[in-house]
């Protein structure tokens, strides 16, 4: 049971749940941002940074989920007419819970040393330390994780939200995620 849980947890508790749950982890993960230096700039995208301010990673997170929602809720009423809003709210605020755990990573700014240190030999034609590597690597793998998971479970609720299923569904989907990359980004760059 636990595991069905996880692979879809928008078909086994009520949306309300859901974004109390969502809230809670968005708030957790904007204040882990703010601690670790982290900032969630696109609905894709997570980068270490040598400062943030409080308000930083929390104005980051309300924008990538309104860039989330919106597309998807124009989308979810056209593919189903009685698709809720706060179905894709839920959806949006649950989907993004693995990339709040990916500041802890950042502790001390140690990934943020870590990749200048990368970049800075790499472009120098310097040697590049081993630990330097292999902690680039192990970030990147757990951030694909993160990705992956976020992606399963945004389309898990989306289908559960829209009763879609036709493959044409998972390419609009699919270009929904694109498109709020991109207006994400270019949100978060011209308010900073």
Known sequence: M?????????????????????????????FLGWQCNTRFDG????????????WQPLLDNGINLLCLVIPLYLVGRSINSKTRLIDLVSTA???????????LTNTGGFMHLASMNLVENATKDAPIGLGAVAANIAFAALAIVATVVFIYWLFQGFQTATNSKKNLHK???GGCIVLSEVISKLLILSVN
Do not use: C
């Open 2 to 30: 636990k595991r069905h849980i996880l692979l879809n947890p928008f078909a086994h508790f009520a949306e309300i749940q859901l974004v109390a749950a969502g809230l809670l982890a968005t708030a957790v993960g904007s």
């Open 93 to 103: 605020l649950v989907a993004r819970i693995p990339y709040y755990v990916l500041p």
């Open 43 to 54: 609905v894709l995208d997570l980068h270490f940074v040598s400062q943030t301010t409080p």
């Open 171 to 173: 390419w609009i989907f």
